[in-house]
């Protein structure tokens, strides 16, 4: 979750003056696009870090930006537009609750009687437009959408790369995939890129302290890919090393061109959750979603049948398993029988990793509710919601008032639609 005080949350939620859109252009192909020439409203922007029907680690899925152009007198759009990279700056004004003197100007873009207005600028996307389109009823109207750099990583072929350093290695380590991971994204972006991941604090986490081996040191190798490798991109080598790592790979907004692409895991401290006190839409699934208890992974080499593993890292009755086996990461060259590899993920998962993967139990949803820029996905939220009885009637407290029960889920994905009036679609699936 973004830091934000709590005063301005609440300014935000209750006292909204106004949003205003920009759209950049950070290598100056064009002028800053200004209100002046978007459509009201039409902005659409999905984020994801898990769409499946289940809760599935390693998400790396590109945001799409979508918004509408309109021509006027005095500028006039084209498909020229289309490969430029762009930031989009949504600025929020609200009351700043210090009093309005004489000498003070009200904004232009807004008038609020008594107080002086203040605003808090936000970064909602940065990437490439991948098309500029004309409407057809309205060839003054045109329709641009765009993908942050993570779509371009799943076009970029990286087999080679990982053959030869298995081949001529014997192995690499999770620190040299992710340094080339983080290299290809620079090159992509033009070295301006921020990547988080890279120097993240769970590369750093130690999975053996009598070897003080961490997370970003710890060798991999799967001879059976070797021999017969499957083609992989750069896309799907970083999520096979987010989702061994019990993570997500999202592109935070920022004012660089392509943004920070970073790790994201899930929220697991209650106490950090937004709540949510209204919503125009809440529908919830018939069952809570299970902390997974263990991990099933393969093991095994070009002249042994693989093996599944399994490790338990929660003591419970229930066993709920997350299935890794088909990660070629975590599908190692020896199965501890003998050999030059000792296959470490009883370490891995035994520490932060087994941490992240054991997640807190969460309602699956879909709900419909005000748009809170500071909200990320990967953050858990409550929507508050009255207990009501067969007729729909409210059932109240022995005090008299209303009865309530907080919803607990996950922000895995978002729709986030409108300009003035921003509205979240937010969905954790896990059915």
């Given at each position: 979750?973004?830091s934000?005080?709590?005063?301005?949350?609440q300014?935000?939620?209750?006292?909204?003056?106004s949003?205003?859109?920009?759209?950049?252009?950070?290598?100056?192909?064009?002028e800053?696009?200004?209100?002046?020439n978007?459509?009201s409203e039409?902005?659409?922007?999905?984020?994801s870090i898990?769409?499946?029907?289940s809760l599935?680690?390693?998400?790396?899925?590109a945001?799409q930006f979508?918004?509408s152009?309109?021509n006027?007198?005095d500028r006039?759009f084209?498909?020229?537009?289309?490969?430029?990279?762009?930031?989009?700056r949504?600025?929020?004004?609200?009351?700043?609750?210090?009093p309005l003197?004489?000498?003070n100007?009200?904004?232009?873009?807004?008038l609020?009687?008594g107080?002086?207005?203040?605003?808090?600028?936000?970064?909602v996307?940065?990437?490439v437009?991948?098309?500029?389109?004309?409407?057809?009823?309205?060839r003054?109207?045109?329709?641009?959408?765009?993908?942050?750099?993570?779509?371009?990583?799943?076009?970029?072929d990286?087999?080679?790369?990982?053959?030869n350093?298995?081949?001529?290695?014997q192995?690499?380590?999770?620190?040299t995939i992710?340094?080339a991971?983080?290299?290809?994204?620079k090159?992509?972006?033009?070295?301006?890129?921020?990547?988080g991941?890279?120097?993240s604090?769970?590369?750093?986490?130690?999975i053996?302290q009598?070897e003080?081996?961490?997370?970003?040191?710890?060798?991999?190798?799967?001879?059976?890919?070797?021999?017969?490798a499957?083609?992989?991109?750069?896309?799907?080598m970083i999520?096979?090393?987010a989702?061994m790592l019990?993570?997500?790979i999202?592109?935070?907004?920022?004012?660089?061109?392509g943004?920070?692409?970073?790790?994201?895991?899930?929220?697991?401290?209650?106490a950090?959750?937004?709540?949510?006190?209204f919503?125009?839409?809440?529908?919830?699934?018939?069952?809570?979603?299970?902390p997974?208890?263990s991990?099933?992974f393969?093991?095994?080499g070009?002249n042994?049948?693989?093996?599944?593993r399994?490790?338990?890292?929660?003591?419970?009755?229930?066993?709920?398993i997350?299935?890794?086996t088909?990660?070629?990461f975590?599908?190692?060259e020896n199965?501890?029988?003998?050999g030059?590899?000792?296959?470490k993920?009883?370490?891995?998962?035994?520490?932060?990793?087994?941490?992240?993967?054991?997640?807190?139990?969460?309602?699956?949803?879909?709900?419909t509710l005000?748009g809170?820029?500071w909200?990320?996905?990967?953050?858990?939220i409550?929507?508050?919601?009255y207990?009501?009885?067969?007729?729909?009637?409210?059932i109240y407290?022995?005090?008299?008032?209303?009865?309530?029960?907080?919803?607990?889920s996950y922000?895995?994905?978002r729709?986030?639609?409108?300009?003035?009036?921003l509205?979240?679609?937010?969905i954790?699936k896990?059915v």
């Amino acid at each position: 979750m973004i830091s934000i005080s709590d005063t301005y949350k609440q300014k935000i939620i209750n006292e909204l003056i106004s949003n205003k859109i920009e759209i950049l252009f950070p290598d100056g192909e064009f002028e800053t696009i200004t209100e002046t020439n978007i459509e009201s409203e039409s902005m659409n922007l999905k984020q994801s870090i898990c769409d499946e029907d289940s809760l599935r680690f390693g998400g790396c899925i590109a945001s799409q930006f979508k918004i509408s152009l309109i021509n006027t007198t005095d500028r006039i759009f084209d498909s020229k537009l289309a490969g430029c990279w762009i930031a989009v700056r949504l600025t929020q004004s609200f009351p700043s609750g210090n009093p309005l003197f004489c000498g003070n100007v009200y904004p232009e873009y807004s008038l609020y009687p008594g107080e002086t207005v203040t605003g808090k600028v936000w970064y909602v996307f940065n990437g490439v437009i991948d098309s500029a389109d004309i409407d057809k009823n309205d060839r003054n109207k045109i329709t641009i959408v765009a993908y942050d750099v993570i779509s371009q990583l799943y076009s970029v072929d990286v087999t080679n790369v990982l053959q030869n350093a298995w081949i001529n290695e014997q192995g690499t380590t999770v620190g040299t995939i992710i340094t080339a991971v983080a290299d290809k994204i620079k090159s992509l972006c033009n070295n301006s890129v921020g990547t988080g991941f890279a120097s993240s604090r769970i590369l750093n986490e130690i999975i053996n302290q009598a070897e003080n081996l961490t997370v970003k040191n710890m060798r991999i190798y799967n001879d059976v890919w070797i021999n017969d490798a499957e083609k992989l991109n750069y896309g799907q080598m970083i999520a096979y090393i987010a989702e061994m790592l019990g993570a997500f790979i999202f592109v935070k907004p920022a004012s660089s061109r392509g943004g920070d692409v970073s790790f994201v895991q899930l929220e697991d401290d209650i106490a950090k959750s937004e709540i949510y006190n209204f919503y125009e839409s809440l529908y919830t699934y018939e069952r809570k979603v299970s902390p997974y208890t263990s991990v099933q992974f393969s093991v095994g080499g070009t002249n042994r049948i693989a093996k599944i593993r399994t490790y338990d890292f929660a003591l419970t009755t229930s066993h709920v398993i997350y299935d890794m086996t088909n990660n070629i990461f975590v599908w190692q060259e020896n199965d501890n029988a003998g050999g030059g590899y000792t296959h470490k993920f009883e370490n891995l998962f035994s520490g932060a990793t087994g941490a992240r993967l054991n997640n807190l139990p969460y309602i699956p949803i879909e709900a419909t509710l005000d748009g809170r820029l500071w909200v990320e996905v990967g953050d858990m939220i409550c929507i508050k919601t009255y207990v009501t009885d067969a007729d729909g009637n409210y059932i109240y407290n022995t005090d008299g008032t209303a009865k309530t029960e907080n919803v607990k889920s996950y922000v895995l994905s978002r729709e986030l639609t409108g300009i003035q009036a921003l509205t979240d679609n937010i969905i954790a699936k896990g059915v």
